[in-house]
C-alpha cells in the first residue's frame, strides 16, 4: 500500500473517498495506524488517515463534554482535560507497548475500537460516552449523529454503532464525548494469597458493596510481578480501586477492608502508588506479552472467569483478569491451534473474544471475532451496506467478506 | 395535526382472514380482534391521538411472538410494538391497518444474579419490578423514569429511557447487557449477555432508542447495581431563572456530580405545593432540588460544599435535609408533579427538549415570552444537571384550537432547543408527536443514513412504520 492520504478537513476525507468509488479501489482508514496489528489485514490499494483532522474545537467543563476533531491525540485530550479537572471516564488504555507503537493513538481510533479500560466497570464503555459524531460514510457524504448534549434519543443512534465498527462504515471526523471530574483522591486494596475463583469471588463481593469500587482486577503471581508497586502476592492478588474526595476513600477503604477480611489480610495502597498499578493494568502490562505471542481481550460473565483460565492452562496461555474477572487479557503463542482453544473456551464460557494482536499471517486466515449467527452475519451485511454500499471503507477488516 | 398514513386497503379488505391467520400462529386466547376491545389499544400516554388498530397479540413466549412477526411478515401487516402504553411520544400509537404485539404478558423475571450483578426479564416486566426483585440485597436498577411503576423494561428499551438519576447511573443503553430480539422475519436473535463488551457492531446500541423500528425485544438483561448507603436532599430557592440556572452551572463545574439536579421554576412550584404541600417556597422564580449519596459523614461533607457554592448565588432559602423523612419532604412535591399539573389543567403537553446547561436562562426566559405570545400556561420541571427539560404546556382538549395552538408552542420551545445546540428529545422519544420536526435537528443525508439502517433491519418497513422519520418511500438497499 502507497502512504496513506491524510486530509486536513471533510471536504478531503470526502474526496478522498469520492476518488476511490470512481477507481473501485477500497481504502484502508486508520488515524495513527497504531491498530494495524489489530483484526483482520485489510486488503487495499489506497489508505485514507484521520490524523491531520486534528484539534480539539469545544470543551465546556461546566457542561461535561469536549469536543475534538478524530485524528486528535488522546493524550492532547487528556491533558485539556486535566487543566479542569477532568478525565475520560471509560479510562482508554494506551495500548502503545502491546501494539509496538510509538504514535499516541487518535481519538477516532479509541472510539472506532471502542477501547475502555479498568473504569468500565463501574462508569462504562468508551461507547457509552460518545455524545455526537460527524463522519462521513462510504457514498462520500457528510453525516451526523447525536450533538453536544448529555441525553438525547432522537433518531437511531448511529454514534453507538460507529463507535466498534473499526472504520468500516464511515469515517468518523469529530466527535463529541461526555467527561467527567476526576476524583479528588484513590486507592487500592490489595489481598494476596488468592487464587483465581477466591479472587474473583473478593472482586464480586467488592463489586457488590455500597463503596463504589471503580476497578477490580485479579493478578495472579507471574502478572503480578511486572507490576513492582504491588510487592509478593503469594498465588495471586486481587485489586480493588476506590476513588472519590480525600474523608471519602479513608472510609469507603476502611469499610471495604472489614467487609472482606474472610479473604484474609488486606493491604492499602493509596495515590500515585494505586494510580501507577491502574495504569500498568489499563495498557495491559501485567500480561508482558512476548514478541513472538499473540493476545486476546476476552469478555465473559465474571463468575466465568475461573473456570475459563483454568482451561487456558492447557493453551500454554498467560492472563490476568480485570472487570471483576468480566475482561480476560490473554497471551499465548501465536498460531493456529492456540487460537482454537482459547476461542472454543470462551465460547463455551458464554463470552467474546477478539484477537488483538497477531502477526498478519495468522490473523488473515482466522475469526479474528466470534463468527456471527447467519442472522446476524446477515444483518452486519445489511448494515455495512447501509453506510457503504461500495464496500470501499476498511473491507474485510472485523470479518471475511464483510 | 400529525398526518397518518393511508391504511393499506388490502390488508383491511382481508382483517378476518387476518385475524384467523393470527390465532392460528399465536392460539385463539393471544389474539384480540372484538372492536370493543381493540379501543383499550388505540392510544398510549399521548391521548390526543387515537387509532384503534386492525388486531392486538398478546404473547407469552418468544417463539410465539416470531410466529406473529413470520406471519405478519409473509401477509405485509404492519406491526406496531406495545409494552404498557405509557408513551408519551405517541410511540404505541396503533395504525388500522397494523398488528399491535403487547409485551404484557411476557412479565416473569427469568433469572437474578447478585455476583454477577445482572438479572434477565422478559420485556414486559415494570421498570420498577426490577428493583423491587432484587431491593432485598441491597440492589437496584437505575434509570427510574417518572412512569417507572407501570412503564415496561421493552418500552425502556425501545425509547433509552432516562429518569432523575441519570446524571450519575446514565440511561437505559448504560444499563444493559443483553436482549433476545425478534426481527421482522420471525427469527430469534440474542445479542450481548451477562458479560461487558460485546463483538462485533454494537447491536445493542443500535437497538436500544430504536423506538420499535428494528425488531421486538422479549427478554432484557440488565444491570444491576448495589445502591448508596443513603442518599440526602437539599431545597434551594433563587431569585430568578438566570441565577438558578447560573447556580446548576457553577454545580456541575465544581466537580461535584450530585446523582439527582432538578430544578422547578415559578409556576411548577406554585402548583406543586397547592398539590403536596411539601413546603416549596413560594416566593421563589426558582428552586433545585439536589441530592447527593454515600454515608452520612459522606453526605455531609458533599451536602457542605454544595451549600458554600449555592450560599454564592444568595439564595432566598437553603434548606438541608437533616433525615430520610426530611428528603423525602423535599422529593415530594417533585414526584407529583405531573398530578399536580393536572390539576391545575387537566390537559397538558409534556415537551422532553434538550439544551446545553449554559443556555438555561436564556431558554426559560425566551419560553416565558413565548407562553404570553400563545396565551397558554407553562410550567418548567427539569433535570437541569443535564439540560434536558420539561415544559409542561397546558391547554383544552375540548378546544380543537387550543390542542393545536399547544403543539406549535411545543413545536417552538423545541426547534429553540435545536438552535441553542441542544436536541428535540432526551428521553421520551419522538414517536409520531416529534416525528415531523426531525429536519430540524437533522440535514437529509442524516436522516437517510438513519432509514437506511432501518431498511437493513426491517426492508419492508412494517415494524411500527409512520414513527421517527418524515413520512417518504423506504430507502432500498443494494443487496447485500
Known amino acids: ?63 461535561l463534554v469536549i469536543s475534538a476533531r478524530a485524528g486528535t491525540p488522546v493524550p492532547v485530550i487528556e491533558a485539556a482535560l486535566a487543566e479542569h479537572g477532568q478525565h475520560l471516564v471509560a479510562e482508554p488504555p494506551d495500548l502503545g507497548r502491546l501494539l509496538g507503537t510509538v504514535a499516541p493513538a487518535t481519538l477516532g481510533g479509541m472510539v472506532a ?3 475502555s479500560g479498568p473504569r468500565r466497570i463501574a462508569g462504562g464503555a468508551m461507547r457509552d460516552h460518545v455524545l455526537g459524531v460527524r463522519a462521513v460514510n462510504g457514498e462520500g457524504t457528510i453525516i451526523h449523529s447525536g450533538g453536544r448534549v448529555l441525553k438525547n434519543v432522537t433518531g437511531l443512534d448511529l454514534c453507538k454503532l460507529l463507535a466498534g465498527s473499526f472504520g468500516t462504515l464511515a469515517v468518523m471526523t469529530e466527535i463529541t464525548l461526555k467527561v467527567l471530574p476526576a476524583p479528588e483522591s484513590t486507592a487500592t486494596l490489595a ?24 476497578g477490580a482486577a485479579y493478578l495472579p503471581a507471574a502478572a503480578a510481578a511486572r507490576v513492582p508497586e504491588l510487592g509478593a502476592v503469594g498465588e495471586g492478588v486481587a485489586l ?138 446477515r444483518l452486519t451485511r445489511r448494515v455495512k451496506s447501509a453506510f457503504d454500499p461500495h464496500g470501499i471503507l476498511n473491507p474485510g477488516r472485523m470479518y471475511a467478506g464483510v | 395535526m400529525t398526518i397518518q398514513p393511508e391504511p393499506k386497503e388490502d390488508i383491511l379488505a382481508r382483517r378476518e382472514e387476518i385475524v384467523a391467520g393470527l390465532k392460528e400462529v399465536a392460539g385463539e386466547s393471544a389474539v384480540i380482534a372484538e372492536p370493543v376491545r381493540l379501543r383499550a389499544y388505540e392510544t398510549d400516554g399521548m391521548p390526543s391521538y387515537r387509532q384503534p388498530p386492525l388486531a392486538v397479540a398478546l404473547p407469552e413466549t418468544t417463539e410465539q411472538v416470531a410466529a406473529i412477526l413470520r406471519f405478519c411478515h409473509a401477509n405485509g401487516v404492519r406491526v406496531v410494538p406495545r409494552g404498557a402504553g405509557t408513551s408519551l411520544s405517541g410511540g404505541a400509537l396503533p395504525l388500522a391497518d397494523a398488528v399491535v404485539v403487547g409485551l404484557m404478558r411476557m412479565n416473569r423475571i427469568l433469572s437474578i444474579d447478585y455476583a454477577d450483578r445482572v438479572a434477565t426479564v422478559q420485556a414486559g416486566v415494570t421498570n420498577l419490578a426490577i428493583t423491587g426483585a432484587v431491593a432485598q440485597e441491597g440492589f437496584f436498577y437505575a434509570p427510574d423514569p417518572s412512569s417507572q411503576l407501570a412503564c415496561m423494561i421493552g418500552g425502556n428499551i425501545a425509547m433509552n429511557s432516562g429518569g432523575a438519576h ?82 446548576v452551572a457553577a454545580i456541575i463545574g465544581s466537580g461535584v456530580i450530585p446523582v439527582a439536579l432538578e430544578f422547578m421554576d415559578k409556576p411548577a412550584i406554585h402548583a406543586c405545593e397547592a398539590f403536596a404541600h411539601a413546603g416549596y417556597p413560594l416566593d421563589a422564580e426558582a428552586m433545585l432540588i439536589v441530592e447527593v449519596e454515600g454515608s452520612e459523614a459522606e453526605q455531609d461533607e458533599l451536602l457542605g460544599r454544595l451549600e458554600a457554592i449555592i450560599r454564592r448565588f444568595d439564595p432566598l432559602s437553603l434548606k438541608v435535609a437533616t433525615s430520610a423523612e426530611e428528603s423525602a419532604a423535599i422529593w415530594k412535591g417533585r414526584k407529583g408533579a405531573f398530578g399536580a399539573i393536572g390539576r391545575i389543567s387537566p390537559d397538558y403537553l409534556c415537551m422532553d427538549g434538550v439544551i446545553p446547561t449554559s443556555q438555561l436562562p436564556a431558554v426559560l426566559g425566551r419560553i416565558g415570552e413565548m407562553s404570553r405570545e400563545y396565551g397558554l400556561a407553562v410550567a418548567n420541571i427539569f433535570h437541569a444537571g443535564d439540560g434536558n427539560l420539561h415544559p409542561l404546556i397546558m391547554f383544552d382538549a375540548n378546544d380543537a384550537r387550543s390542542l393545536a395552538k399547544a403543539e406549535e408552542f411545543g413545536a417552538e420551545i423545541l426547534k429553540l432547543c435545536v438552535a441553542v445546540g441542544g436536541c428535540l428529545t432526551g428521553e421520551h422519544g419522538v414517536g409520531i408527536e416529534k416525528r415531523d420536526l426531525m429536519p430540524v435537528q437533522f440535514s437529509a443525508s442524516d436522516l437517510d443514513q438513519q432509514r437506511r439502517v432501518k431498511s437493513a433491519f426491517d426492508p419492508d418497513w412494517l415494524l411500527n412504520p409512520s414513527k421517527v422519520f418524515p413520512l417518504a418511500p423506504p430507502p432500498i438497499l443494494k443487496a447485500a
Not at chain 2, 447487557?177 to 445493542?204: C, F, M, N, P, S
Not at chain 2, 420499535?212 to 422479549?218: E, H, K, N, P, R
Open chain 2, 166 to 247: 441519570c446524571l450519575k447511573y446514565g440511561v437505559t443503553a448504560n444499563n444493559v447487557l443483553g436482549l433476545k430480539i425478534v426481527t421482522i422475519e420471525g427469527e430469534i436473535v440474542t445479542l450481548g449477555g451477562a458479560h461487558l463488551d460485546a463483538a462485533g457492531y454494537d447491536w445493542l446500541g443500535i437497538l436500544i432508542g430504536s423506538e420499535g423500528q428494528l425488531a421486538i425485544v422479549t427478554e432484557v438483561t440488565v444491570r444491576i447495581l448495589r445502591a448508596a448507603e443513603g442518599a440526602r436532599a437539599m431545597l434551594a430557592a433563587f431569585a430568578s431563572n438566570e441565577v438558578a440556572g447560573a447556580a
Open chain 1, 113 to 115: 475500537a471502542n477501547l
Open chain 1, 1 to 63: 500500500m502507497s502512504e496513506a492520504e491524510a486530509p486536513e478537513d471533510d471536504a478531503g476525507v470526502v474526496a478522498a473517498i469520492l476518488a476511490a468509488i470512481a477507481a473501485r479501489e477500497p481504502l484502508s482508514i486508520s488515524g495513527n495506524d497504531g491498530k494495524r496489528s489489530m483484526l483482520r489485514p485489510v486488503q487495499a490499494a489506497r489508505g485514507l488517515s484521520g490524523r491531520n483532522l486534528s484539534g480539539i474545537t469545544l470543551h465546556s467543563p461546566a457542561e
Open chain 1, 191 to 214: 489481598i494476596p494469597n488468592l487464587d483465581p475463583a477466591q479472587g474473583v469471588a473478593a472482586l464480586a463481593a467488592s463489586l457488590g458493596s455500597p463503596f463504589g469500587v471503580s
Open chain 1, 240 to 377: 480493588a480501586r476506590i476513588e472519590n474526595f480525600a474523608s471519602s476513600v479513608a472510609y469507603r477503604a476502611g469499610r471495604l477492608a472489614a467487609g472482606l477480611d474472610r479473604f484474609g489480610q488486606s493491604r492499602l495502597v493509596e495515590d500515585e502508588v494505586s494510580r501507577a498499578i491502574w495504569r500498568a493494568i489499563r495498557d495491559a502490562v501485567p500480561l508482558a506479552a512476548g514478541e513472538e505471542e499473540a493476545v486476546w481481550r476476552v469478555s465473559v460473565r465474571p463468575s466465568a472467569a475461573p473456570g475459563l483460565v483454568h482451561a487456558l492452562a492447557a493453551a500454554d496461555a498467560r492472563w490476568f483478569l480485570d472487570w471483576g474477572g468480566g475482561l480476560v487479557w490473554i497471551a499465548a503463542p501465536a498460531e493456529a491451534h492456540s487460537h482454537q482453544a482459547i476461542s472454543a473456551a470462551v465460547t463455551a464460557a458464554g463470552g467474546t473474544w477478539i484477537l488483538l494482536r497477531a502477526p498478519e499471517a495468522l490473523r488473515a486466515g482466522l475469526d479474528v471475532l466470534p463468527p456471527p449467527s447467519p442472522v446476524l452475519a
